[in-house]
């Protein structure tokens, strides 16, 4: 089973920045992403990066958030820049195990989490 260990996170004022960090280890990896799940709401995939450098972004965060990768360490950032009040959230780094991709924000094949990082933007 992969494991992935999440860093970063905490409270910024809105228009500031903040970097997610994640560390997968115990096993192969294809496409990474990080989930955001509000009080109420659904958990939703807001970012993600493919081995081969492959990026998606969710319509909410284009533009200001970046996802990035190292394939040697199998670790995955992601930058958030211009953070929102509504950036609030738990954040989750997911990995697709094996050959897998997201499918309708869905892996497609078994995943793994991160233990979830709180993220704080206030106004």
């Known amino acids: 089973q992969v494991r992935l260990v999440e860093s970063g996170g905490g409270l910024v004022q809105a228009g500031g920045s903040l970097r997610l960090s994640c560390a997968a280890s115990?096993?192969?990896?294809?496409?990474m992403g990080w989930y955001r799940q509000a009080p109420g709401k659904q958990r939703e995939l807001v970012a993600s990066?493919?081995?081969?450098?492959?990026?998606g972004y969710a319509d909410s965060v284009k533009g200001r958030f970046t996802i990035s990768r190292d394939n040697a360490k199998i670790t995955m950032d992601l930058q958030m820049n211009s953070l929102k009040p509504e950036d609030t959230a738990v954040y989750y780094c997911n990995a697709c195990q094996r050959s897998g991709i997201y499918i309708s924000g869905v892996c497609s094949t078994s995943a793994s989490w991160g233990q979830g990082t709180q993220v704080t933007v206030s106004s």
């Open positions: 115990g096993g192969i990896v294809n496409a």
């Open positions: 990066i493919t081995r081969s450098g492959t990026t």
